[in-house]
């Protein structure tokens, strides 16, 4: 898990996982906000890395500036279809702790099985919560969903679900990602190894609330167009 840190607004902003030594993923629209955070070079921006107290530098925690990104060529910022970008550090991450780990690109087999109403996945991020006093956590959070069928999804929102998007949540809104924790990963543990299935991407208009779910980039539809870029992916 890794965390977004805008220079010039001097906050974070989103999250992301590592995908190898030098390359990160991320939702496109953490990197395509110009009305908020307007974002236009990489130098506007940079990657901290192995975060878990928001408040204490921890050993594990390392900074690293933007050699590139890349948003994916088809998002669309008013549906937030294909919300998927790359980021690549200008240096190596030195080595994988037990808080700096990459996580593992979908298996098709595994996606195939496990994409069923009510299987459970995890979410993590730093984004808002819901009714608390403090508004924002000072660590790192980590929700337990359940995947939700398609129809439901579309059924649960007056903004378009695509192909490329998958939802997860509780009908009555106990758990659900939020602001700021977009970019951040989708997850499902299979026998000790962590495989990504989507991106925090957008949800309705208030989080954790009856009847509203969490939209997620659908990752095994991107494969090939990470693969384009980046080498070495787990």
């Known amino acids: 898990m890794v965390r977004l840190f805008h220079r010039k607004a001097k906050k974070f902003f989103c999250g992301g996982s590592i995908l190898n030594y030098e390359w990160i993923l991320t939702a496109a629209h953490c990197l395509a906000d110009k009305k908020h955070l307007r974002i236009s070079s990489r130098n506007d921006f940079v990657v901290w890395v192995g975060d878990y107290d928001s408040l204490i530098i921890g050993r594990d ?32 991450i030195r080595k994988f702790t037990e808080y700096v780990k990459p996580v593992c690109l979908p298996n098709k087999a595994l996606v195939k099985k496990i994409s069923k109403p009510g299987k459970l996945v995890r979410a993590m991020g730093w984004g808002r919560l819901e009714g608390a006093v ?23 929102t007056e903004f378009p679900v695509t192909k490329n998007m998958i939802c997860a949540g509780y009908a009555n809104g106990i758990q659900d990602t ?26 309705n208009k208030n989080c954790g609330t009856i009847g509203n779910y969490g939209y997620y980039t ?14 070495g992916v787990y």
């Open 61 to 92: 925690e390392e900074k690293f500036e933007v050699q590139e990104y890349r948003l994916h060529q088809q998002f669309s910022a008013s549906t937030f279809d294909n919300d998927i970008a790359l980021i690549r550090i200008t240096r190596k």
């Open 134 to 156: 403090v508004r924002f956590p000072r660590y790192l959070q980590e929700i337990t969903i359940p995947l939700v069928g398609t129809k439901t999804c579309t059924n649960a």
């Open 178 to 203: 939020c602001n700021g924790d977009s970019g951040g990963p989708l997850v499902y543990e299979k026998n000790g190894r962590w495989q990504q299935l989507g991106i925090v991407s957008w949800g």
């Open 218 to 231: 659908k990752l095994i539809k991107y494969k090939d167009w990470i693969n384009s870029y980046v080498t």
